[in-house]
């Protein structure tokens, strides 16, 4: 199926996100920045099927379960916590993970997450440099990571699985403002580096183990 002009008009806003379920059913989720997330369906030549109430904000990512896609999971700009959706009843959010409050102004920088092949942990970074893996099985009865660490020295943007060893990617950078550098104005510089972390499958009495490299 092609996304087409007619298509995007239909769902108000810029599209942020866009998102295939992974059963290969044909239905997908599409977020925009006008917070709404829309569900479509490659049968219907992609028309929207229904709307996710709800929503917090502009979306900035969309992820469906890996193994369970009944289950949608959602960050939005100037939002800390990421939420859930099962689409079976899209009238009322699944659950959420609450993420720490680390910050005195919203944000608009966008921080990836991921859900490891297995559909067992869950990896998010935030903006002080740390990294928090939760339990996805958790989310509803205790929604706070099982492990937190201090990865970077900066906001975390992406943090991703690999698919077949369990280790996580992340990246960190933000732009940064030197006022006091130059009297014509801020200075702008970046700080980026990555960082390699690599995930013991062996659970102490915390829930999780890691190493880093």
């Known amino acids: 199926m092609v996304l087409t002009n007619n298509l995007i008009r239909k769902h108000k806003g810029i599209i942020s996100s866009l998102v295939f379920c992974p059963d290969h059913s044909g239905l997908f989720a599409a977020g925009t920045f006008s917070s709404s997330i829309g569900m479509l369906s490659e049968d219907t030549g992609g028309q929207i099927l229904m709307y996710l109430d709800d929503v917090k904000g502009p979306v900035s990512q969309l992820l469906f379960h890996p193994t369970n896609p009944r289950l ?27 993420g720490p409050i680390t910050l005195s102004q919203p944000s608009n920088q966008r921080r990836y997450f991921d859900i490891d092949s297995s559909g067992r942990w869950l990896v998010d970074g935030d903006q002080n440099g740390n990294m928090n893996i939760y339990k996805v099985d958790m989310l509803q009865s205790e929604n706070k990571s099982v492990l937190s660490f201090r990865a970077h020295e900066d906001a975390i943007s992406t943090a991703v699985f690999r698919p077949t060893k369990a280790m996580v990617l992340s990246v960190s950078g ?32 915390d829930g999780a183990t890691q190493s880093a490299k």
């Not at 939005?76 to 959420?96: A, G």
């Not at 030197?178 to 702008?188: C, I, R």
Request: proline fraction near 2%; include cysteine; glycine fraction near 6%.
């Open 72 to 98: 949608l999971f959602a960050r939005f700009r100037h939002e800390q916590s990421l939420y859930v959706w099962d689409v079976r009843n899209t009238s009322q959010c699944y659950s959420s993970v609450k």
């Open 174 to 205: 933000s732009r940064q403002f030197d006022v006091e550098k130059t009297g014509n104005g801020p200075e702008a510089s970046g700080d980026d580096d990555g960082n390699i972390i690599e995930i013991s499958d062996d659970e102490d009495e």
